[in-house]
């Protein structure tokens, strides 16, 4: 089975672990000296080998869960930034949580801020200066995703300029198509999409196929998605009724049938739900503590003022 991209690759999942376990021994041997002393550091004390070893340790699990996005071909700046400071909050998170379980273990909380902190630096400026390299790299023809068209040009033509951007390592060998091309699509028509699996066979270099499903050719179409299956080809269908939306659809199933959505509410989400609470709560707390005093003070003069009496009315019982 070979591998289609960098990113499949399990040597260059190796290597980022590893590097990303240097980069977090380096950070807080930076801030253990900081909070102690350099000397100290350059020791290597007991509770400074107990503190790295556990920091490397729970790069695993982070590396699970929030996988890097750096080396993908549809990454932009702020998809870097966001997963870097998710990949260290989780980081941290593993790491107060193993420490906390560790008996005479105790770590101060700025010294975790500040290893947090150069963590956080350098593996965001490492994983943008690896990307941007090999952005560059792919802008001239190396590491690249081959691509193939299948059906009606006008629906492909958003996702043909989109993957024509030479900077995002896509070459777009063709589109299988009866109709005729657009003017702004400079592409070789390979002929009809009978000829996908025989053109695939031919062209193992193939690793992304983007179709528009034809009613006309149902048979065909899971044959494709089959041999792209089969072969790792990454398959992606195009719905024709895509070029009437322009919002961001939500897919979500009713029995085994699948629906696409226009709005997702985010209540529906038990976090944001929570969130929601807690907001409330807080805004609520900081209005009894602050304004209502006042507004209280203020309503309570205008009726003294205009009625004689308590302020607050209180029924007499019989």
Not at 187 to 213: A, C, F, W
Request: with cysteine; proline share 4%; net charge neutral.
């Amino acid at each position: 089975m070979k591998i289609k991209n960098l990113e499949e690759s399990g040597i260059v999942k190796s290597a980022i672990i590893c590097n990303d376990i240097i980069l977090l021994m380096a950070s807080y041997w930076l801030a253990f000296a900081l909070t102690h002393s350099f000397a100290l550091a350059f020791s290597f004390p007991y509770a400074l080998k107990t503190e790295l070893l556990i920091g490397a340790l729970t790069i695993f699990p982070t590396f699970y869960i929030a996988p890097p996005v750096f080396l993908k071909h549809m990454v932009y700046g702020n998809d870097i930034l966001g997963r870097s400071v998710y990949t260290v909050c989780l980081q941290t998170l593993f790491m107060i949580a193993a420490i906390s379980l560790i008996r005479r273990m105790n770590v101060a909380g700025e010294e975790l801020l500040i290893g947090a902190s150069f963590f956080f630096c350098l593996l965001y400026a490492g994983r943008t200066i690896v990307h941007n390299i090999l952005k560059h790299s792919r802008s001239k023809g190396h590491n690249l995703r081959y691509v193939v068209l299948v059906g009606h040009p006008w629906n492909l033509e958003d996702i043909y300029h989109t993957l024509n951007d030479h900077s995002l390592g896509f070459k777009i060998l063709g589109i299988f198509t009866r109709k005729e091309l657009p003017e702004d699509m400079h592409l070789k028509n390979l002929g009809d999409r009978r000829m996908v699996i025989s053109y695939l066979r031919q062209h193992q270099e193939v690793t992304d196929l983007y179709m528009v499903p034809d009613t006309d050719y149902t048979a065909e179409t899971d044959e494709i998605f089959r041999y792209c299956e089969d072969h790792m080809i990454r398959f992606y269908a195009l719905p024709v009724f895509m070029e009437f939306l322009t919002k961001r659809m939500e897919l979500s199933h009713l029995g085994s049938t699948m629906l696409l959505s226009v709005r997702n509410e985010p209540l529906q989400d038990p976090v944001n739900r929570g969130v929601k609470r807690l907001f409330d709560i807080f805004t609520s707390g900081v209005f009894l503590f602050t304004v209502f005093p006042i507004v209280y003070l203020i309503a309570g003069l205008i009726i003294k003022i205009q009625s004689p009496g308590p302020i607050l009315f209180k029924q007499k019982l019989n």
